[in-house]
């Protein structure tokens, strides 16, 4: 029996339009488009379906398997590190906003992340990781100080 919350997924795009625009410097000049996807999905248990769009800018030409593909390349990067972000260090909670101080605190977010990726001496989640490094200080010194393989 399908769950509830499971769907089905198909995307297409619909429509490509110059925007009219275009946006140049010294050494780049580029025209804008506009590009809206439709994103159609199907709940799996109850039947219902769902046609939302979503709306692009680049500056890459209107081909449609090209700009899928970098569409489809942005959301990879969202749901592999963003997400992982967000849910393992809360990162969309941080309210930082006074001069750089957004900026420095994730780049150690980031650093902190890759540290925890990179421990193999626990098994667990990076959220586990993290908490276990929290409650005690000699984990987070194997995580900060790995011993290099002999």
């Known amino acids: ?35 809206c996807v439709e994103f159609h999905r199907e709940q799996l248990g109850s039947g219902e379906k769902s046609v939302p769009k979503r709306y692009y800018l680049t500056s890459h030409e209107p081909d449609a398997k090209r700009l899928q593909q970098l569409i489809r390349q942005h959301w990879s990067i969202e749901n592999q590190c963003h ?11 941080c309210r930082a906003r006074k001069d750089h101080a957004a900026q420095g605190l ?9 540290l925890l990726k990179q421990d193999t001496s626990i098994k667990d989640s990076l959220r586990g990781k993290r908490y276990q490094a929290a ?12 011993e ?3």
Do not use: H
């Open 1 to 35: 029996m399908a769950s509830t919350s499971e769907t089905s997924a198909t995307s297409n795009i619909i429509t490509s339009d110059r925007v009219g625009r275009t946006c140049s410097s010294d050494s780049y000049k580029a025209e804008v488009v506009a590009v």
């Open 83 to 93: 997400w992982v972000l967000d849910v393992t260090l809360d990162e969309d909670q």
């Open 106 to 114: 994730a780049m150690l977010r980031k650093v902190c992340l890759s």
């Open 135 to 146: 409650l005690d200080e000699t984990v987070l010194e194997g995580i900060l100080f790995p």
């Open 148 to 150: 290099s393989p002999k």
